[in-house]
C-alpha cells in the first residue's frame, strides 16, 4: 500500500468591496474595466424586479438576463439545474460574470450557481431589499434550500463586488423595508452596542424614511457585516442569531412565514432559552418594526426541535444558538432538547 500526500495550495486571501451609495450600481462600469478577461455577463433577477434588472442591463451591453421566479421556493437545487441548462445554452464560459440582482434569496441562489458552474465563476451582487444590502450580499456564505430544510446546501464562495445602490430603496415597499431592519437589529444586537443604541434613538425614523436615516441606518449595516466577515467562524456563527428557530419556522410555515418575521420570532425565543439581560431592549426594537414575537399556534413546537436538529451549526445531539451575552457581544450555547421543550411548551 502507498499513500501521496497532496499539498493544498493555499487560496490566496482575496478581498472584495463593498461599495455603499446612490447609484452604486454604475460601479458595474468601474469593475469590468478592471476584470478585463470576463467574456459574457449574465444578470440573475428574480421576475417581480424586471425594470431593475433591465436597468442593470442597459449599463452591460450584450448582458443576458436570467429571470427566476420571485420567492424562497426558487432557492433550489431544481432552479440551479435549469440556470446551468440555460447558462450552457447561452455558451457561458468559466470567464462569464454573473450578477445578482435582487433581494438575499437571489444572492444565495446565483452566488450558490456562481460557485458550482463549471467548478466557479465570478460574481457581483447588486441587492435590491434592505435585508440583502445589509446581510445577505454581504460574505461568501452562498446557499439552496434542501425542500423546506433551510441554508442545508451550500459554499463558501465570495463576490468580486457589492453594489449597494441606496436609489434602489425607493422602489422597496415598506413592509420589505421593516423585514430588513430585523437584520439590522440584530447585527447591533451581537455586535454592535453603538450602533444598537443609534438604532434604538432613530428606528422610528429609519422606518419613515425620514432625513437620511434610511440610507445611515444600511451604510452602518453593511459596515458592520462586511467587518464580520473578516473574523473568525465563532465571531459569523453570532450572526446566526434568531436564526436557528427562525430558519425551523420558515420551513413548518412552507416558507409562508417571511425570513424577517421568522428571524424576529427566532430572537424573541432564542433570548428566552438564554440569560441575556437585555431581552426587552431588543424586544422593544421588534416592535417598533411591527415584527411577531411569539412563535403561531399552529406551530408544533416539537416539530421544530426536530428541525432545529438539522441546523448546520449543530455537534452531536445538541442543537447550538447564538445569542447575546450583552448588547453588542454574542456567544454560542448549547441547548438540549429537554431544555427547549420546558421553556417553550
Ligand atoms: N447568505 C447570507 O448570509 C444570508 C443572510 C441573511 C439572509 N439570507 C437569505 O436571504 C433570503 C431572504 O432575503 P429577502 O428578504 O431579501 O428575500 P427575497 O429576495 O425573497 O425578497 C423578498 C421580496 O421582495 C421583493 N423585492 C426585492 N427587491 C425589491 C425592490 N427593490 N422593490 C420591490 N420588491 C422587491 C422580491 O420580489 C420578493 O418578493 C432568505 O433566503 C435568507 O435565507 C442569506
Redesign the pocket.
Known amino acids: 500500500m502507498k499513500t501521496f500526500n497532496l499539498h493544498i495550495a493555499a487560496v490566496p486571501v482575496r478581498a472584495c468591496a463593498v461599495t455603499v451609495g446612490h447609484g452604486a450600481a454604475q460601479g458595474i462600469l468601474s469593475l469590468l474595466e478592471r476584470l478585463a478577461d470576463v467574456d459574457r455577463v449574465f444578470i440573475l433577477h428574480?421576475t417581480?424586479?424586471q425594470d431593475?434588472a433591465e436597468r442593470v442591463q442597459s449599463l452591460v451591453p450584450d448582458s443576458v438576463l436570467l429571470p427566476v421566479p420571485?420567492?424562497?421556493a426558487s432557492?433550489s437545487l431544481e432552479t440551479v439545474d435549469a440556470l446551468v441548462r440555460e447558462l450552457l445554452l447561452q455558451h457561458a464560459t468559466r470567464h462569464s460574470l454573473l450578477v445578482n440582482v435582487?433581494?438575499?434569496?437571489?444572492?444565495?441562489l446565483g452566488g450558490f450557481l456562481a460557485a458550482v458552474y463549471m467548478r466557479g465563476i465570478r460574481f457581483v451582487n447588486i441587492p435590491?431589499?434592505l435585508?440583502?444590502m445589509a446581510?445577505?450580499a454581504i460574505?461568501g456564505?452562498?446557499?439552496v434550500n434542501a425542500g423546506p430544510v433551510?441554508?442545508v446546501i451550500g459554499h463558501e464562495w465570495y463576490p468580486e463586488a457589492v453594489l449597494v445602490d441606496l436609489d434602489?430603496l425607493g422602489?422597496?415597499?415598506d413592509a420589505?423595508l421593516r423585514?430588513?431592519l430585523v437584520?439590522a437589529v440584530k447585527l447591533g444586537a451581537v455586535l454592535d452596542s453603538e450602533y444598537f443604541g443609534w438604532l434604538e434613538e432613530n428606528l422610528e425614523r429609519v422606518v419613515a424614511r425620514e432625513d437620511g436615516a434610511l440610507e445611515a441606518a444600511v451604510e452602518n449595516a453593511a459596515r458592520i457585516k462586511t467587518e464580520a466577515m473578516g473574523h473568525g467562524i465563532e465571531l459569523r456563527h453570532t450572526l446566526n442569531f434568531g436564526h436557528t428557530v427562525g430558519h425551523a419556522l420558515e420551513a413548518l410555515s412552507q416558507f409562508s412565514l417571511?425570513?424577517?418575521k421568522a428571524v424576529s420570532i427566532g430572537m424573541s425565543c432564542e433570548m428566552a432559552l438564554s440569560d441575556f439581560p437585555d431581552r426587552q431592549r431588543v424586544l422593544r426594537a421588534l416592535e417598533i418594526l411591527d415584527m411577531p414575537v411569539h412563535i403561531p399556534r399552529d406551530i408544533d413546537v416539537r416539530a421544530l426541535w426536530d428541525i432545529m436538529r438539522n441546523d448546520k451549526k449543530n455537534v452531536g445531539n445538541e442543537v447550538r444558538i447564538a445569542v447575546p451575552i450583552r448588547i453588542g457581544a454574542a456567544h454560542v450555547q448549547s441547548l438540549g432538547r429537554e431544555r427547549f421543550m420546558q421553556l417553550l411548551a
Do not use: F, R
Open positions: 428574480d417581480a424586479l431593475i420571485s420567492g424562497e432557492k435582487g433581494g438575499g434569496m437571489i444572492s444565495d435590491t431589499t435585508l440583502g446581510d445577505a460574505g456564505k452562498v446557499y433551510k441554508n434602489i422602489s422597496l415597499p420589505q423585514e430588513g437584520e417571511s425570513h424577517g
